[in-house]
Each structure stands twice: as C-alpha cells, then as structure tokens.
C-alpha cells in the first residue's frame, strides 16, 4: 500500500467543545507513531490559520502537555467561522502543497466537512497524493451517518444538570422558568433536559424543537395547563422554533433581526427569544413570575461539565481517522460513530464525505411526543449513555407533615 511521506495538518473548525481537543490530541499522537510523518503541525484559527500559515509543530509538544489540553474544553488550536468557497479552497490547497502537507486532517461540522471535500478534490486534479479526512464534531448532534457526535454528550449533559438546579429553584418559588437552548435545525441538546427529571413533578415539563412547528395559542395553553397543576412550570425551547410557515419564532416576535455573516438570523448571542416568550406569558396568562435564560456559551465549554463517554469517543475518533488514513489507506472520507450493542458499545466507520458535508440531522420523529411538546423514552434511553457516569441528582425531605393545631 502507497503510503506517501510528508506532514500531518489538523485543524478545529466552527464552534468549541468540550471535548474537541481530545481529537486533536488523538490524532497527533497517532500520527506520531508512524516513520512515514515527517511532522505534526496544528493550523491556527482553523481554515484561516491554513491560508495565513499559522502552524505550530505539534511534534514537538510533550506528551503530557498534550494530554492536559485534550482535557481542557474549547479549542486549542482556536477556531474560526470562515466558511470556504472553491478559490478559498484552492489557496489552502496551495499552502498544504508548499509544507508538503500528505495528510489533512480537519475537525468539525457541516461546513468542516465540506471544505475537506473541497481540498480533496483540489489535491486529486493536481495528483498531489494527499489523504483528507473529516472528524466528526458538533454540539448540535446534527451530521448525518453518525449515531452522535463527539461534543454533544457533554453538551446534554450540561442542559440537563442546568435544567436539573434551575428546576429546584423554579419549586421552591414558583413561577414560570424558560431556558433557551442552542440549536438552529436540530433539537437534540434541547431535548436532552429531559434527563433532569428525577421526580415525577420535575421539570422540564414542556419542551419545544425546531422539528414541530411553534404554535403561540397552543404553547399558551400547554403553559397555562402545566402551572395550574404544580404552580409552576419548566420549559426547554430551542433557539430555533419556528412557525408552521417556518419563520422563526424570534423574527416572528422580535420584527428587525440581526443577520450573521453568512445571511443567517442572529440566533445565539441574545437573550432575545426568552425575553419576547417571557413577555407574551406575562401578557396572555397574567403569570406573574416569569423567567428566562439563554445558555450561550456555556452550554459548550462550560469547565467540569465534560462527559468521561464523550471525551473518550473524541480521542477515538481522532486515532481512527489517523489509521484510516494510514493503515487502510483511504484518500478520504468522514468518522462516523456507530452504536453497536443496546447497553451501549460504539465502533467507526469511514462514509463517504458526500454523505456529510453540507447535510443537517435532525431528531427522528420517534424521539418526539405526539403533542410536539415533550420526548419519548426511546430518546431517554438515546441520550442517557452519551452525558456520561455519575451524574448529579438531588433529593428530597421526606419527613411526615406535622398535623395542623389551628386549622
């Protein structure tokens, strides 16, 4: 088998996660392990580091600092929001030839996933021998071919303990609670706040993903139902509901929205959503106390949150793309993550990189209630192995009432 001589380049792309350098990390160690690579670079602020050149040599970390960044959240390497077109493609092409780069190894989502496509592509029409292989990395949980995603277990599992600890709060008071998750097109980390009911009165009671449409009156209604009933009420919502027509609820609400860089609304980065859903509550059920939070950032970087599964299936996928690449000498293709066993074993596999670029999971309609406001047990038992061992849970008192001597 041809397995060409020169360097390994990896690079993070798109949002941090907890566990991203884990795949990092996974693949500069393997590398390292083969005669054939000459040396280990890591590309700065992703796609953009590439065309700048901004590469330090991995080669030369110790084997202990590199352990101690795989398990310290974000991005190592830093990131970026670059979103390649064919002649941005081209020029990384250009610089990977002149480093004599013969593997490229990139980690992130859709977009990731595309541009190595892209790069691929580019190497093949020059016969430049170059192995490019994408690893797989979102907290959406949203890339096709995969089981789940590594990022996304440690992401549920930080929804869950949040929702879990803003639930206690929201008993004690009263009131309404609305927790804002991340998630455009895909409600797999909204979703995951179901795991943090412990009780059967424990919230979230409602949850809403952008796989249903958002219906107000029906939203109200659900509301209205759940606080009679407990004299208070947890909701989930992902940032990304829209209407039956498929306009986002916070567009609907809000009027003039703010657009990012590539033509999308302005999702995350505002409490927006919250504040308009806390405002129509307010309004139509005179409830009072109404709360919302938006968790942003935290629900991806967030320190001690990291799932022990999660951060061991990022190493893996890292190492796997290296010996895909090395042993069984695939030019390129995607990491995708299988579950094999129902009590829970995955293994990988390599899919064709058409297979994921520029596509978007979303959460299978089995996994969501009847009512589009809630989730089934099939997506308990989904997600429950993914956040981890030893999650938090809280107890109750459970001494007898003392009886009454005034009435």
Same mark, same amino acid.
């Not at 092409?93 to 580019?122: C, K, L, P, Q, W």
């Given at each position: 088998? $041809?397995?060409?001589?020169?360097?390994?380049?990896?690079?993070?792309?798109?949002?941090?996660?907890?566990?991203?350098?884990?795949?990092?990390?996974?693949?500069?160690?393997?590398?390292? $392990?083969?005669?054939?690579?000459?040396?280990?670079?890591?590309?700065?602020?992703?796609?953009?580091?590439?065309?700048?050149?901004?590469?330090?040599?991995?080669?030369?970390?110790?084997?202990?600092?590199?352990?101690?960044?795989?398990?310290?959240? #974000?991005?190592?390497?830093?990131?970026?929001?670059?979103?390649?077109?064919?002649?941005?493609?081209?020029?990384?092409?250009?610089?990977?030839?002149?480093?004599?780069?013969?593997?490229?190894?990139?980690?992130?989502?859709?977009?990731? #996933?595309?541009?190595?496509?892209?790069?691929?592509?580019?190497?093949?029409?020059? $016969?430049?021998?170059?192995?490019?292989?994408?690893?797989?990395?979102? +907290?959406?949980?949203?890339?096709?071919?995969?089981?789940?995603?590594?990022?996304?277990?440690?992401?549920?599992?930080?929804?869950?303990?949040?929702?879990?600890?803003?639930?206690?709060?929201?008993?004690?008071?009263?009131?309404?609670?609305?927790?804002?998750?991340?998630?455009?097109?895909?409600?797999?980390?909204?979703?995951?706040?179901?795991?943090?009911?412990?009780?059967?009165?424990?919230?979230?009671?409602?949850?809403?993903?952008?796989?249903?449409?958002?219906?107000?009156?029906?939203?109200?209604?659900?509301?209205?139902?759940?606080?009679?009933?407990?004299?208070?009420?947890?909701?989930?919502?992902?940032?990304?509901?829209?209407?039956?027509?498929?306009?986002?609820?916070?567009?609907?609400?809000?009027?003039?929205?703010?657009?990012?860089?590539?033509?999308?609304?302005?999702?995350?980065?505002?409490?927006?959503?919250?504040?308009?859903?806390?405002?129509?509550?307010?309004?139509?059920?005179?409830?009072?106390?109404?709360?919302?939070?938006?968790?942003?950032?935290?629900?991806?970087?967030?320190?001690?949150?990291?799932?022990?599964?999660?951060?061991?299936?990022?190493?893996?996928?890292?190492?796997?793309?290296?010996?895909?690449?090395?042993?069984?000498?695939?030019?390129?293709?995607?990491?995708?993550?299988?579950?094999?066993?129902?009590?829970?074993?995955?293994?990988?596999?390599?899919?064709?990189?058409?297979?994921?670029?520029?596509?978007?999971?979303?959460?299978?309609?089995?996994?969501?209630?009847?009512?589009?406001?809630?989730?089934?047990?099939?997506?308990?038992?989904?997600?429950?192995?993914?956040?981890?061992?030893?999650?938090?849970?809280?107890?109750?008192?459970?001494?007898?009432?003392?009886?009454? +001597?005034?009435?």
């Amino acid at each position: 088998m $041809n397995r060409p001589e020169g360097k390994v380049l990896v690079a993070q792309g798109g949002g941090p996660t907890h566990v991203i350098n884990q795949s990092v990390v996974g693949v500069a160690l393997a590398a390292r $392990n083969f005669p054939n690579v000459t040396a280990v670079y890591g590309a700065l602020h992703g796609v953009s580091g590439i065309i700048n050149e901004d590469f330090i040599d991995l080669s030369r970390e110790t084997v202990h600092n590199l352990n101690q960044v795989a398990a310290t959240p #974000s991005s190592g390497l830093l990131s970026t929001r670059d979103k390649p077109d064919r002649e941005y493609c081209e020029k990384m092409f250009e610089v990977m030839r002149a480093h004599d780069i013969r593997y490229f190894f990139y980690v992130g989502g859709n977009d990731s #996933s595309d541009t190595v496509r892209i790069v691929s592509e580019h190497a093949k029409a020059a $016969n430049y021998d170059m192995r490019a292989i994408h690893i797989p990395k979102t +907290i959406d949980n949203d890339l096709e071919e995969n089981d789940h995603c590594p990022g996304f277990g440690s992401a549920a599992k930080f929804v869950s303990q949040a929702f879990a600890g803003a639930g206690l709060d929201n008993r004690a008071l009263g009131g309404i609670y609305i927790g804002v998750v991340m998630g455009r097109h895909a409600g797999f980390l909204t979703a995951a706040a179901a795991l943090a009911k412990t009780y059967a009165d424990d919230g979230p009671h409602l949850i809403y993903l952008p796989e249903r449409a958002f219906d107000q009156a029906s939203f109200l209604a659900d509301v209205k139902r759940v606080y009679e009933q407990h004299g208070f009420c947890m909701i989930a919502v992902s940032e990304g509901i829209s209407d039956a027509d498929g306009t986002p609820m916070i567009s609907k609400l809000m009027g003039e929205v703010e657009k990012d860089a590539h033509g999308n609304i302005q999702l995350s980065g505002t409490g927006a959503l919250g504040d308009l859903l806390t405002k129509t509550i307010k309004d139509e059920l005179n409830i009072k106390r109404v709360r919302a939070d938006t968790f942003g950032y935290l629900q991806r970087s967030f320190l001690g949150a990291a799932s022990d599964t999660d951060q061991h299936e990022a190493r893996e996928v890292g190492e796997k793309a290296v010996q895909f690449a090395m042993i069984e000498g695939a030019t390129e293709g995607s990491v995708a993550i299988r579950r094999t066993a129902i009590n829970y074993a995955v293994d990988y596999e390599l899919v064709p990189i058409s297979n994921v670029a520029g596509k978007t999971r979303h959460m299978p309609a089995e996994y969501i209630n009847a009512d589009g406001n809630g989730v089934t047990q099939a997506f308990i038992d989904y997600c429950r192995p993914l956040i981890g061992s030893s999650p938090l849970q809280s107890y109750r008192f459970r001494a007898p009432a003392v009886p009454k +001597i005034l009435g």
